[in-house]
């Protein structure tokens, strides 16, 4: 069964410090990852889309990595800010007519003045 | 200009009732989805039309319907509503059938089931 799982769950960290969220996936075949922000009371939106042959990708203070060989995905965030408070969710979308987009649970990331 | 836009963002009903929720995007995309969000946040599909027709359809009640008359608007029919179906249920589109597109979701409708 395909899933994405994603680690911590949730996160508190100081305004200002760097962290890194981990997503571990075992969706067969594989087209692309996505990392989506999803700030409460809102829809998801997209940060960034990793393909199979991408390692790493920056979006502004966001960078994610890619390691298609492991099924191993993290987004770091670096010089947090409060706004970055949310929760982050990883989604792999498969590689096949349907394009079935497999979501993990999410990390809540809460960073704090 | 909302790109993909619920109705309504709250909703909250008697066990029984039925209700429905809509969803409009004015993307151009092609495919449109319906997801639902428990309370541990997981967000779970449930339909998936491509050009007005099924494409996915999860494990879900048949008292679930959804229905696209046309490419861009795709509604959430739900009959005789129980305790179990509160949850934010989200409303998303892509371009190229999701492959490389990015999904845009809607704000959600937290529907309450009393």
């Known amino acids: 069964k395909n899933q994405v799982e994603q680690s911590p769950q949730s996160l508190i960290i100081l305004e200002g410090k760097n962290c890194t969220l981990q997503c571990n996936y075992t969706v067969s075949p594989f087209s692309n990852l996505r990392w989506y922000k999803q700030d409460t009371g809102r829809g998801p939106v997209s940060l960034t889309i990793m393909t199979f042959s991408e390692n790493t990708k920056s979006n502004g203070r966001y960078t994610a990595t890619l390691d298609a060989d492991t099924k191993q995905s993290s987004l770091h965030i670096t010089a947090s800010q409060l706004s970055d408070s949310a929760s982050y969710i990883c989604v792999v979308t498969e590689g096949n007519a349907g394009n079935m987009l497999t979501f993990g649970g999410g990390t809540r990331l809460m960073v704090k003045p | 200009d909302t790109a993909v836009s619920q109705t309504p963002k709250y909703l909250v009903t008697q066990m029984g009732n039925d209700k429905s929720i809509k969803c409009e995007q004015n993307l151009g995309h092609d495919t449109m989805y319906w997801y639902k969000q428990d309370s541990k946040k997981f967000l779970k599909i449930m339909f998936s039309y491509n050009n007005k027709e099924l494409i996915i359809n999860e494990t879900v009640p048949n008292r679930f319907s959804p229905k696209s008359p046309d490419k861009a608007h795709l509604n959430l029919h739900i009959n005789s509503l129980e305790l179990g179906d509160s949850a934010v249920y989200f409303c998303?589109?892509?371009?190229?059938?999701?492959?490389?597109?990015?999904?845009?979701f809607g704000q959600g409708t937290r529907l309450t089931v009393v």
């Open positions: 998303a589109s892509t371009l190229d059938g999701g492959r490389w597109g990015e999904a845009f």
